[in-house]
C-alpha cells in the first residue's frame, strides 16, 4: 500500500538538505515546493537462517530443496555480486548466511559437487577481499578459488547456447550452470528492476544475451523499469528465462530489504528535516563543515566505510515466476510513495554511489548520468514524476573524472563518442561493436577489474528515456562545466539560478517544483495521475 509522505515549503529560510557526491549541500527552496520523503525503515526479520529454511522448505511452485538434494549430484550456487546492495550492507552479509545455510544443507544430503559463482555479468570482477567481505571468511576459505569464483561473460568454452526466443534472441549462459542438476540463485532484491528471470540473464548470461535486452531500443521502450509490465527489458528476460526453464532446474531464493540506509550514529540522515531535533541539526552542522574541509576523494572513501544496517523483510523460495511476485509486493510495501500530480521541476541531490562505483575513486560523469536521468527518473509507477519537457535540477559535484582502472572504456567512449554522436541509437550503430570487441578492453573485463569494454554504451543507453522525455538537465555546483556540456546538459551555481533557468525551459513564471528527497530509495506511486508520459513498449 503506497503511503502519502509529502510536505510543502512555506517560509523561504527553511533549509533542506541533499545528498551531494560525498557531502551535504543545504539550500532554501522555492516557497511552494513539495518535498517527497521516503518511508520510515519496516522491520526486518529476526533469525534470518530460520526465514531461509522456512523458505527453502516450503516453497513456491516445487518440491522442498531437501527433496531436490541427492547424494553425487551437480549444484552450482550463484549470488549477486557488488552491485547490490547499495551501500554495500553491514556484516555478515546477508549472501553469508544464505550460503553458510546452504553448504550444510548440501553437505548433509551427500552433496560434494558444488560450485558457487559470482554473478558478474558485464560488471568488473569481484576482488578476493570484496568476495570474502561477501560470503564470509569461513565459505571464503572452503571454497576460493576453485569453487567460488566470478563469472566470466566473454569465456565461450564455458558457456552454452540454449536456444532462441520467438524474438530471435540468444539465450547462452555459464557452462557449469547448465550442466549441473540444480541452480540455486541467492538474491538480494534492492528494487523492483532486480531478480526474477533478470538474475540469470545478466548475471551468468554472454555479451550475445545481453545485447537483446541492454540495447537502445529496448531502454526506451522501458516505462518505467521499477514498473515490470511496461518494461521491455523484463518482457525480454522473462522471454529468455522460459527457454531456461525447459533446460534447467532453478531454484530461485529471493530476499526483500528494508530502507534502513544509514549507521544509526547518525540519525540525521535518514529524518526528514522537519523532524530534527537539536542534536541532529548539530550533527548535520558539523558533518557537513567537516567533509566541506575534504577533498571530494577522502569524502567517498569516507562514506564507503559506512555500511548500511539493512534489515531483511522477506524471505521467499521455489520457481522464478510465483517467487518473484512475492519478493515485488514486498518491495512496493517498503518503497512505495503515494504522489499526485507531475512536477514541471524536479530537485534531486546525486549521491556518491550507483550499482557501478562501488570502491571506485570517483563517480565518472557516465555514470552519474546513468544514476540521474536512469535510475532516479524512473523511480515511478505510472507517469514520470517529471512531466514531458521538464527541468531535473541536480546539486552534484560532477567531475571530470575517471577510475581508469575500473571504467578504462568509459574514458574513450567519453572523449571519442560523446563529442561525434549524444543519440543512443546512432552510439549502438557507430561504437558498440568497436567496444564489445576491443582486445585490451576484453583483456581488462577477464583479467583485470574493469568493466566489460561495451558497459559504458548500456550506461548512455540507461539513461535514455530519461534524457529524450526531458526538456532539460541542470547541474548545481558541478566542479567540471564542460563534463556537463559535453553530455549535452547545462549548469548553474545554486539553485536559485538553477529555478530561473527552469523557469524559460518550461515556459512558465511558476513552475510546479518537487524535490525528490533520496536517498533512502524510494518509489513514486503516480498512478492516480493523469499526466504526459513516455511511449508505453510494443
Not at 529560510?13 to 520523503?37: C, H, I, Q
Not at 571454497?143 to 569465456?155: G, I, Q, R, T
Not at 500530480?341 to 565518472?364: E, K, L
Amino acid at each position: 500500500m503506497a503511503n502519502d509522505n509529502t510536505i510543502y515549503v512555506e517560509k523561504s529560510d527553511r533549509p533542506f538538505s541533499m545528498n551531494y557526491g560525498a557531502g551535504f549541500w543545504t539550500e532554501k527552496l522555492p516557497v511552494g515546493t513539495r518535498v517527497l520523503y521516503p518511508n520510515p525503515p519496516m522491520e526486518g526479520l529476526r533469525y534470518i537462517r530460520d526465514a531461509v529454511h522456512e523458505a527453502v522448505e516450503n516453497p513456491h511452485g516445487c518440491d522442498p530443496l531437501s527433496a531436490q538434494l541427492t547424494p553425487g549430484m551437480k549444484v552450482t550456487i550463484c549470488i549477486d555480486d557488488i552491485s547490490l546492495p547499495l551501500p554495500p550492507m553491514r556484516t555478515p552479509d546477508f549472501r553469508q548466511q544464505m550460503l553458510e545455510y546452504l553448504l550444510e544443507k548440501l553437505g548433509d544430503a551427500g552433496v560434494d559437487d558444488f560450485h558457487i559463482v559470482v554473478a558478474i555479468g558485464l560488471h568488473r570482477r569481484m576482488t578476493p577481499a570484496e568476495i570474502k567481505r561477501s560470503v564470509g571468511p569461513k565459505v571464503f576459505k572452503a571454497c576460493y578459488p576453485d569453487k567460488l569464483y566470478n563469472h566470466d561473460s566473454e569465456d565461450y568454452d564455458n558457456l552454452v547456447h540454449l536456444g532462441h526466443t520467438e524474438h530471435d534472441e540468444d539465450v547462452e549462459l555459464n557452462k557449469r550452470a547448465v550442466e549441473s542438476d540444480l541452480v540455486i540463485y541467492c538474491n538480494i532484491n534492492l528494487v523492483k528492476m532486480d531478480g526474477g528471470h533478470k538474475s540469470l540473464q545478466t548475471g551468468i548470461s554472454s555479451y550475445r544475451s545481453v545485447k537483446h535486452h541492454h540495447n537502445s531500443h529496448t531502454l526506451l521502450h522501458c516505462d518505467s523499469l521499477m514498473d515490470p509490465p511496461k518494461s521491455a527489458l523484463y518482457d525480454s528476460v522473462a522471454r529468455m528465462g522460459r527457454i531456461v526453464n525447459e533446460h534447467m532446474n532453478v531454484f530461485h531464493i529471493e530476499t526483500s530489504l528494508n530502507s534502513d540506509t544509514f549507521p544509526h550514529a547518525f540519525p540525521f540522515l535518514q529524518k526528514p528535516e522537519r523532524s530534527w531535533n537539536a542534536f541532529d541539526r548539530a550533527q548535520h552542522a558539523i558533518n557537513k563543515t567537516t567533509l566541506s574541509a575534504l577533498t571530494l576523494s577522502v569524502g567517498r572513501k569516507i562514506f564507503m566505510r559506512m555500511p548500511a544496517p539493512y534489515l531483511v523483510t522477506g524471505v521467499n523460495a521455489g520457481k522464478t515466476e510465483p517467487v518473484h511476485e512475492r519478493t515485488l509486493a514486498k518491495i512496493q510495501e517498503q518503497q512505495w510513495v503515494k504522489v499526485d500530480g507531475q512536477a514541471d521541476v524536479v530537485i534531486a541531490g546525486v549521491p556518491y554511489i550507483s550499482p557501478y562505483n562501488v570502491n571506485s575513486s570517483v563517480m565518472n560523469p557516465l555514470l552519474v548520468n546513468c544514476l540521474t536521468a536512469g535510475y532516479m527518473f524512473h523511480m515511478y509507477e505510472g507517469v514520470p514524476l517529471v512531466r514531458q519537457g521538464g527541468v531535473m535540477i541536480l546539486p552534484c559535484p560532477l567531475e571530470y573524472k575517471f577510475d581508469k582502472r575500473h571504467h578504462p572504456s568509459y574514458v574513450d567512449l567519453f572523449e571519442e563518442a560523446l563529442p561525434d554522436c549524444l543519440d543512443p541509437a546512432d552510439m549502438e550503430a557507430k561504437y558498440e561493436e568497436k567496444y564489445a570487441s576491443d582486445p585490451g578492453y576484453l583483456d581488462a573485463y577477464r583479467n583485470d577489474f574493469a568493466y566489460h569494454g561495451v558497459h559504458p554504451l548500456y550506461m548512455w543507453y540507461w539513461a535514455a528515456l530519461g534524457m529524450k522525455h526531458m526538456g532539460q538537465i541542470i547541474y548545481v555546483g558541478a566542479k567540471s562545466d564542460e563534463a556537463a556540456k559535453r553530455m549535452g546538459f547545462e549548469v548553474a551555481p545554486n539553485v536559485a539560478e538553477a529555478v530561473e533557468m527552469a523557469k524559460n525551459i518550461v515556459g512558465k513564471p511558476n513552475p510546479d517544483i518537487t524535490c525528490f528527497h533520496m536517498p533512502p530509495i524510494f518509489v513514486c506511486d503516480m498512478t492516480g495521475t493523469t499526466g504526459e508520459s513516455v511511449p508505453t513498449h510494443g
